[in-house]
Protein backbone atom coordinates (compact mmCIF):
# COMPACT_ATOMS: atom_id res chain seq x y z
CA UNK A 1 0.00 0.00 0.00
CA UNK A 2 1.09 3.22 -0.71
CA UNK A 3 -0.24 6.50 1.20
CA UNK A 4 -0.35 9.78 -0.10
CA UNK A 5 -0.20 12.49 2.67
CA UNK A 6 -0.71 16.36 1.31
CA UNK A 7 0.87 18.17 4.86
CA UNK A 8 0.34 21.94 4.91
CA UNK A 9 4.26 22.38 6.09
CA UNK A 10 5.96 20.70 3.07
CA UNK A 11 6.69 22.15 -0.60
CA UNK A 12 4.48 19.77 -2.53
CA UNK A 13 1.15 21.23 -2.27
CA UNK A 14 -1.85 19.14 -3.88
CA UNK A 15 -4.55 21.18 -5.15
CA UNK A 16 -7.82 19.48 -5.95
CA UNK A 17 -11.29 20.77 -6.97
CA UNK A 18 -12.18 21.08 -2.89
CA UNK A 19 -13.10 23.70 -0.88
CA UNK A 20 -9.64 25.52 0.21
CA UNK A 21 -10.72 24.47 4.49
CA UNK A 22 -11.28 20.67 2.68
CA UNK A 23 -7.91 20.26 1.24
CA UNK A 24 -5.86 21.10 4.36
CA UNK A 25 -6.89 17.60 5.70
CA UNK A 26 -7.62 15.93 2.88
CA UNK A 27 -5.14 11.98 2.84
CA UNK A 28 -5.34 9.73 0.49
CA UNK A 29 -4.15 5.86 1.01
CA UNK A 30 -4.28 3.51 -1.67
CA UNK A 31 -2.33 2.23 -4.72
CA UNK A 32 -1.36 4.37 -7.71
CA UNK A 33 -4.43 3.05 -9.38
CA UNK A 34 -6.96 4.05 -6.80
CA UNK A 35 -4.85 7.91 -6.42
CA UNK A 36 -5.61 8.54 -10.38
CA UNK A 37 -8.52 7.43 -9.94
CA UNK A 38 -9.48 9.93 -7.12
CA UNK A 39 -7.01 12.98 -9.09
CA UNK A 40 -9.32 12.21 -12.48
CA UNK A 41 -12.70 12.34 -10.47
CA UNK A 42 -13.21 15.93 -12.13
CA UNK A 43 -12.52 15.65 -15.80
CA UNK A 44 -12.66 19.15 -16.19
CA UNK A 45 -9.26 20.48 -15.14
CA UNK A 46 -7.47 18.28 -12.13
CA UNK A 47 -4.41 20.29 -11.15
CA UNK A 48 -1.29 19.86 -9.05
CA UNK A 49 0.55 22.76 -7.60
CA UNK A 50 4.49 22.02 -6.44
CA UNK A 51 6.89 24.76 -4.67
CA UNK A 52 10.46 24.76 -4.36
CA UNK A 53 12.95 27.26 -3.15
CA UNK A 54 16.67 28.16 -3.64
CA UNK A 55 18.69 29.97 -0.74
CA UNK A 56 22.06 31.84 -0.36
CA UNK A 57 23.12 33.24 3.22
CA UNK A 58 25.58 36.39 2.76
CA UNK A 59 27.65 38.02 5.83
CA UNK A 60 26.87 41.17 6.45
CA UNK A 61 30.10 43.74 5.04
CA UNK A 62 28.38 46.79 6.84
CA UNK A 63 25.56 47.36 9.06
CA UNK A 64 23.49 50.78 9.18
CA UNK A 65 22.86 51.99 13.13
CA UNK A 66 20.17 53.56 13.52
CA UNK A 67 20.51 56.89 16.86
CA UNK A 68 17.86 58.01 18.27
CA UNK A 69 18.06 62.20 19.61
CA UNK A 70 15.81 63.65 22.27
CA UNK A 71 15.79 67.56 23.13
CA UNK A 72 12.98 69.06 25.57
CA UNK A 73 12.84 72.99 25.87
CA UNK A 74 9.91 75.44 26.94
CA UNK A 75 9.49 76.47 23.89
CA UNK A 76 8.77 75.05 20.34
CA UNK A 77 11.62 77.11 19.06
CA UNK A 78 14.38 76.59 21.98
CA UNK A 79 13.74 72.74 21.54
CA UNK A 80 14.30 73.28 17.45
CA UNK A 81 17.52 75.00 18.36
CA UNK A 82 18.53 72.48 20.44
CA UNK A 83 17.88 69.68 18.18
CA UNK A 84 20.16 71.20 15.37
CA UNK A 85 22.45 72.00 17.82
CA UNK A 86 22.91 68.12 19.16
CA UNK A 87 22.58 67.02 15.04
CA UNK A 88 25.96 69.07 14.52
CA UNK A 89 27.13 68.00 17.54
CA UNK A 90 27.07 64.16 16.52
CA UNK A 91 28.35 64.77 12.95
CA UNK A 92 31.16 66.79 13.65
CA UNK A 93 32.30 63.99 16.36
CA UNK A 94 32.09 61.21 14.27
CA UNK A 95 33.71 62.90 11.33
CA UNK A 96 36.83 63.95 13.62
CA UNK A 97 36.66 59.64 14.68
CA UNK A 98 37.02 59.28 10.70
CA UNK A 99 33.34 58.77 9.69
CA UNK A 100 32.32 60.32 5.67
CA UNK A 101 29.84 62.35 5.42
CA UNK A 102 28.11 60.48 3.32
CA UNK A 103 28.28 57.23 5.96
CA UNK A 104 25.80 60.07 8.30
CA UNK A 105 22.00 60.78 7.51
CA UNK A 106 19.55 62.68 9.21
CA UNK A 107 16.09 62.04 9.37
CA UNK A 108 13.00 64.11 9.83
CA UNK A 109 11.91 64.98 13.50
CA UNK A 110 8.61 64.56 15.64
CA UNK A 111 7.64 66.60 17.89
CA UNK A 112 5.28 66.58 21.45
CA UNK A 113 3.32 68.90 23.26
CA UNK A 114 3.70 68.65 27.16
CA UNK A 115 0.78 70.10 29.10
CA UNK A 116 0.59 70.57 32.57
CA UNK A 117 -1.71 68.63 35.31
CA UNK A 118 -6.16 70.16 34.45
CA UNK A 119 -4.50 72.36 32.03
CA UNK A 120 -4.16 73.61 28.48
CA UNK A 121 -0.76 75.64 28.62
CA UNK A 122 1.99 73.86 26.85
CA UNK A 123 5.12 73.35 29.80
CA UNK A 124 7.54 72.36 27.05
CA UNK A 125 8.34 70.97 23.56
CA UNK A 126 10.05 67.42 23.42
CA UNK A 127 11.42 67.00 20.05
CA UNK A 128 12.95 63.29 18.32
CA UNK A 129 15.07 63.10 15.35
CA UNK A 130 16.75 59.95 14.51
CA UNK A 131 20.28 59.74 12.62
CA UNK A 132 21.92 57.02 10.42
CA UNK A 133 25.16 55.62 10.71
CA UNK A 134 27.04 53.06 8.43
CA UNK A 135 29.47 51.22 10.34
CA UNK A 136 32.32 49.40 8.28
CA UNK A 137 34.53 48.07 10.62
CA UNK A 138 34.87 47.04 14.63
CA UNK A 139 36.78 50.08 15.16
CA UNK A 140 33.89 52.83 13.52
CA UNK A 141 31.34 49.87 15.60
CA UNK A 142 33.49 51.01 19.28
CA UNK A 143 33.83 54.69 18.09
CA UNK A 144 29.62 54.85 17.70
CA UNK A 145 28.72 53.26 20.64
CA UNK A 146 31.14 55.67 22.89
CA UNK A 147 29.19 58.29 21.37
CA UNK A 148 26.54 57.00 22.64
CA UNK A 149 27.23 56.36 26.38
CA UNK A 150 28.78 59.39 26.70
CA UNK A 151 25.13 62.09 25.75
CA UNK A 152 22.09 61.54 27.68
CA UNK A 153 20.25 62.57 24.22
CA UNK A 154 21.10 59.93 22.71
CA UNK A 155 20.55 56.07 22.64
CA UNK A 156 20.63 53.68 20.28
CA UNK A 157 16.93 52.57 18.08
CA UNK A 158 18.04 49.69 15.95
CA UNK A 159 20.52 48.04 13.60
CA UNK A 160 20.24 46.91 10.08
CA UNK A 161 23.34 44.37 8.73
CA UNK A 162 24.12 45.18 4.87
CA UNK A 163 25.57 43.48 2.13
CA UNK A 164 26.31 44.22 -1.18
CA UNK A 165 25.81 41.75 -3.85
CA UNK A 166 26.21 40.73 -7.79
CA UNK A 167 22.77 40.81 -9.17
CA UNK A 168 23.51 37.25 -10.88
CA UNK A 169 22.53 35.77 -7.90
CA UNK A 170 19.20 36.02 -8.17
CA UNK A 171 19.53 34.14 -11.67
CA UNK A 172 21.59 31.31 -10.07
CA UNK A 173 19.05 30.49 -7.79
CA UNK A 174 16.26 30.92 -9.94
CA UNK A 175 18.24 28.12 -11.96
CA UNK A 176 18.44 25.91 -9.10
CA UNK A 177 14.48 26.63 -7.85
CA UNK A 178 13.65 26.01 -11.34
CA UNK A 179 15.57 22.84 -11.45
CA UNK A 180 14.16 21.47 -8.10
CA UNK A 181 10.30 22.08 -9.27
CA UNK A 182 11.09 20.32 -12.04
CA UNK A 183 12.99 17.82 -10.63
CA UNK A 184 9.28 17.17 -7.97
CA UNK A 185 7.32 17.34 -11.02
CA UNK A 186 8.80 14.73 -12.50
CA UNK A 187 9.14 12.66 -9.52
CA UNK A 188 5.25 12.72 -8.91
CA UNK A 189 4.84 12.13 -12.56
CA UNK A 190 6.83 8.72 -11.91
CA UNK A 191 4.84 7.90 -8.62
CA UNK A 192 1.26 8.58 -10.02
CA UNK A 193 1.59 7.28 -13.50
CA UNK A 194 0.37 10.75 -15.05
CA UNK A 195 1.65 13.43 -17.30
CA UNK A 196 1.82 16.61 -15.92
CA UNK A 197 1.39 19.42 -18.14
CA UNK A 198 2.59 23.18 -16.75
CA UNK A 199 -0.12 25.75 -16.55
CA UNK A 200 1.42 28.54 -14.90
CA UNK A 201 4.14 29.39 -12.30
CA UNK A 202 5.22 32.34 -10.34
CA UNK A 203 8.20 33.50 -8.98
CA UNK A 204 9.29 35.63 -5.53
CA UNK A 205 12.54 36.84 -4.46
CA UNK A 206 12.90 37.75 -1.01
CA UNK A 207 15.49 39.26 0.96
CA UNK A 208 15.75 39.16 4.80
CA UNK A 209 18.98 40.58 6.90
CA UNK A 210 18.92 39.54 10.39
CA UNK A 211 22.07 40.73 13.29
CA UNK A 212 23.64 37.68 15.16
CA UNK A 213 22.61 36.91 18.99
CA UNK A 214 25.77 38.25 20.21
CA UNK A 215 25.10 41.77 18.63
CA UNK A 216 21.14 42.17 19.73
CA UNK A 217 21.87 40.97 23.26
CA UNK A 218 24.65 43.88 22.97
CA UNK A 219 22.40 46.46 22.24
CA UNK A 220 20.19 45.37 25.21
CA UNK A 221 22.45 46.53 27.59
CA UNK A 222 21.87 49.74 29.49
CA UNK A 223 23.41 52.92 28.73
CA UNK A 224 26.94 53.81 29.55
CA UNK A 225 28.22 50.12 28.75
CA UNK A 226 27.29 49.84 25.22
CA UNK A 227 31.31 50.80 24.42
CA UNK A 228 32.70 48.12 26.49
CA UNK A 229 30.37 45.35 25.25
CA UNK A 230 30.60 46.25 21.72
CA UNK A 231 34.65 45.87 21.94
CA UNK A 232 34.05 42.35 23.88
CA UNK A 233 32.96 41.69 20.37
CA UNK A 234 35.03 39.66 18.50
CA UNK A 235 34.98 41.72 14.81
CA UNK A 236 32.19 43.35 13.11
CA UNK A 237 30.14 40.21 11.66
CA UNK A 238 27.07 42.29 12.74
CA UNK A 239 24.84 39.54 10.92
CA UNK A 240 23.65 38.14 7.51
CA UNK A 241 21.11 38.47 4.38
CA UNK A 242 19.24 35.60 3.26
CA UNK A 243 18.64 35.91 -0.39
CA UNK A 244 15.69 33.32 -1.14
CA UNK A 245 14.08 32.99 -4.71
CA UNK A 246 10.48 30.64 -4.12
CA UNK A 247 9.06 29.17 -7.74
CA UNK A 248 5.30 27.49 -7.42
CA UNK A 249 4.13 25.46 -10.45
CA UNK A 250 0.54 24.87 -11.65
CA UNK A 251 0.31 21.64 -13.44
CA UNK A 252 -2.27 19.87 -15.11
CA UNK A 253 -3.03 16.09 -14.47
CA UNK A 254 -3.26 13.90 -17.66
CA UNK A 255 -3.41 10.42 -18.20
CA UNK A 256 -0.63 8.90 -19.46
CA UNK A 257 -1.66 7.16 -22.73
CA UNK A 258 -3.86 10.74 -23.59
Not at 150 to 168: A, L
Request: net charge negative; with cysteine; proline share 3%.
Amino acid sequence: MISFLRPLTTCALLCLALPAAARAEVTYTGTPEELRNILLADQQHPEISFSSTATKLLEAQQAEVQLKLEVEERTLNDALSALQREENRIRQALKAKGFADDAIHTQSFTSNANQGWFSDKVKSYQLNSRVSVTIRNNAEFIALASLVDGSNRVTFDGIQPQREFDQTLWADLETQAFAELKARAASYGNMSGMKLELVSFSLQRYTDARVTDAVAEVFETEVNYLSRNVKSLPGLSTGDTELKVEVTGRYRLVPAGN
